[in-house]
T-cell receptor, first 117, second 119 residues
Framework: AQKVTQAQTEISVVEKEDVTLDCVYE???????LFWYKQPPSGELVFLIR??????QNEISGRYSWNFQKSTSSFNFTITASQVVDSAVYFC??????????????FGKGTKLSVKP | GAVVSQHPSRVICKSGTSVKIECRSL??????MFWYRQFPKKSLMLMAT?????????EQGVEKDKFLINHASLTLSTLTVTSAHPEDSSFYIC???????????????FGPGTRLLVL
């Protein structure tokens, strides 16, 4: 069965601190996709990153970085020098392999990040 | 690019009435759209997958007759909550996949959501 676990329900940090959001996934597919989405209080889901199962390169985008480790089935997300605007709920999601599949996304329960000034 | 809109953003209705929510892909064609439901402080739960020109595929436990989905064009899918009851109050979010060749086809782009309150 496919499953995404975000063990941290809520995290609170002070501005400029670094914070890592954990994501562990389970899947039997050999080809799959991992995503992070941000959901600010307004409710809209903002796409942050997509990773293929065959690409384990870590990625950095500004203050955001992602660490994909297939060996531990983890896809962790780090925000460096956090800012108040980073406050949101962050969802990790697992997508089925393309190639005729519906492409459903399985979401973790989300981690609520609060960044205090 | 890859913008998805939803209308209305918020709706309040009386119990027993039907509510239609529209999901549009504004700058791309979406052969597949998804409808999710999110309860307060909860994760997104997939309700159904909507393919243009065919019947939607519903997830287990989702009533087809209650949540009618129509995907009549490549840019529009609608969700109609029929005979709404207070327990249908929720945040409904749609998403669409962009099948343009230069786009990662597995990425879903989400609409801003619709908050439904049934009194």
């Amino acid at each position: 069965a496919q499953k995404v676990t975000q063990a941290q329900t809520e995290i609170s940090v002070v501005e400029k601190e670094d914070v890592t959001l954990d994501c562990v996934y389970e899947t039997r597919d050999t080809t799959y996709y991992l995503f992070w989405y941000k959901q600010p209080p307004s409710g809209e889901l903002v796409f942050l990153i997509r990773r293929n199962s065959f690409d384990e390169q870590n990625e950095i985008s500004g203050r955001y970085s992602w660490n994909f480790q297939k060996s531990t089935s983890s896809f962790n997300f780090t925000i460096t020098a956090s800012q108040v605007v980073d406050s949101a709920v962050y969802f990790c999601a697992l997508g089925e392999g393309y190639g005729g599949s519906q492409g459903n996304l399985i979401f973790g329960k989300g981690t609520k990040l609060s960044v205090k000034p | 690019g890859a913008v998805v809109s939803q209308h209305p953003s918020r709706v309040i209705c009386k119990s027993g009435t039907s509510v239609k929510i529209e999901c549009r892909s504004l700058d791309f064609q979406a052969t597949t759209m998804f409808w999710y439901r999110q309860f307060p402080k909860k994760s997104l739960m997939l309700m159904a997958t909507s393919n243009e020109g065919s019947k939607a595929t519903y997830e287990q436990g989702v009533e087809k007759d209650k949540f009618l989905i129509n995907h009549a064009s490549l840019t529009l899918s609608t969700l109609t909550v029929t005979s709404a009851h207070p327990e249908d109050s929720s945040f409904y979010i749609c998403s669409a996949r962009d099948f343009r060749w230069e786009r990662p086809q597995e990425t879903q782009y989400f609409g801003p959501g619709t908050r439904l309150l049934v009194l």
